[in-house]
């Protein structure tokens, strides 16, 4: 049996889009011939939480943990006692003007924690997984981030021995993350940044990224060949979709919602339609799913057309949110509003995909996502300051909803989360021991 060891920090019950892509890959490796073991924090602090994702965890895998120590629940703590936030990850990341705390609270985030603030668990985890490997004969390590520390203790494990493979996955990107742009970086800091990142980049044995864009940054940077492994969905966890006629036209928007990533475009189009058009405004159901911050909850409490036609629900576990897949009418989707923007291909974009609803998206119209759009046939993304093309998409798909038309879209089998794990395969394979 082929052994692997991969190094995350999310991993059930944590919930979110972080914890899927190595789930799932996890998932696959085990009916492939591969016998991996998980290592994952103990006590990790996440937000996100969703019990129905450890279905997907097969029984054969074994998954370590170490207890960790980070700031992280101190200090949310601090932000609501002092910073008047809610304290939730999406009210603290502001581009805009920010508060006294927020100006403090970044700038020790982004220059005291280097990378993150998961840098404590770097040495006894190194310390603990050495021994491990010895034991298992384990000689091929992933480490998936961010947090970008996993990648540290790939890089301290290869160093005490060189003989291990080790393969560095960016889910996102390190040095030109668009986080690091809010949290006040130091000249210093940014140095520190870009040397440990180059650090992975150059001693880790294969690097994988999950957009092409990136994987064209991450070669710049790095000056090596670096592979792309998309994300993906699970077509077992899309057998059972039964799309519904819905009563209201529905818009679902799944996931984050913060400064970076802003509705707000769409919610002017979508304003601007239901003041010309009262079946639209009569007829339509807005829902964002997932943590959305107070700014822009308080804008849609703030207008009365919009406050009508607006719905915010909790974080949901997967299960759920695949039946509702099948009673929405059209997939909103924000990319993140930065420099970075035209590589994002969330795992939620490839979900939204094998939904078989149509897509609107908002971000940059030059990017990966909409190449992949465009290509299938399911939506386009329109730029920020659009607001007739968004208003224009969406009256076409509200007549369709009318009229009951059905789409027809291209084959979307290569994002499967089993073709992608058939993709790692091959290169753990290459990886010369």
């Not at 490997?133 to 990648?151: C, R, V």
């Not at 993140?336 to 939904?355: D, V």
Request: proline fraction near 5%; charge should be positive.
């Amino acid at each position: 049996m082929n052994k692997v060891l991969i190094i995350t920090y999310y991993w059930p019950p944590s919930g979110g889009s972080g914890v899927q892509r190595w789930l799932k890959f996890v998932k696959y490796l085990t009916k492939m011939g591969w016998e991996p073991y998980v290592y994952t924090p103990e006590n990790p602090s996440f937000t996100i939480q969703d019990t129905s994702l450890q279905k997907d965890v097969p029984e054969s895998v074994e998954v370590l943990k170490l207890p960790i120590w980070e700031p992280y629940d101190l200090f949310f703590k601090i932000a609501r006692f002092f910073g008047g936030h809610s304290g939730k990850p999406t009210d603290m990341i502001a581009t805009g003007k920010k508060s006294f705390f927020q100006k403090v609270s970044s700038f020790i985030r982004g220059n005291f924690f280097i990378p993150d603030a998961r840098v404590f668990w770097v040495r006894p985890s190194v310390t603990f997984l050495h021994d491990f490997l010895k034991a298992n004969q384990i000689k091929k390590i992933i480490t998936t981030g961010p947090p970008h520390s996993m990648h540290l203790i790939g890089l301290a494990l290869k160093k005490k021995d060189p003989s291990l493979r080790w393969i560095a996955d960016f889910r996102d990107p390190w040095s030109e993350w668009d986080l690091l742009d809010t949290l006040s970086l130091t000249k210093w800091a940014r140095k520190r940044h870009r040397a440990l990142e180059k650090k992975v980049l150059t001693i880790a044995d294969e690097v994988i990224t999950i957009a092409p864009f990136h994987v064209a940054r991450l070669e710049a940077l790095s000056g090596r060949k670096v592979q792309l492994i998309t994300n993906g969905f699970d077509e077992d966890d899309f057998a059972g979709i039964v799309h519904k006629k819905t009563s209201r036209f529905t818009i679902r928007h799944v996931g984050v919602v913060d400064e970076l990533r802003d509705p707000r475009p769409v919610m002017e189009a979508v304003k601007a339609l239901c003041l010309e058009n009262q079946e639209f405004a009569n007829s339509l159901l807005i829902e964002f799913i997932g943590n959305v911050n107070s700014a822009f909850k308080n804008y849609v409490a703030s207008d009365e057309q919009l406050n009508k036609v607006t719905r915010f629900v909790d974080q949901i576990p997967h299960t759920e949110l695949l039946k509702l897949y099948g009673e929405t009418d059209l997939q909103l989707l924000v990319l993140a509003h930065t420099a970075i923007a035209p590589g994002n291909l969330p795992g939620k974009f490839f979900e939204y995909l094998a939904s078989g609803n149509p897509i609107l998206a908002i971000g940059p119209t030059v990017g990966d996502a909409n190449v992949i759009l465009q290509s299938i046939g399911v939506g386009q993304v329109f730029g920020r300051n659009d607001i007739k093309g968004i208003k224009l998409n969406l009256d076409r798909f509200y007549c369709y909803w009318k009229n009951d038309f059905i789409y027809h879209f291209k084959e979307i089998s290569s994002f499967s989360r089993k073709r992608l794990t058939e993709q790692l395969v091959v290169l753990i394979n290459e990886i010369s021991l």
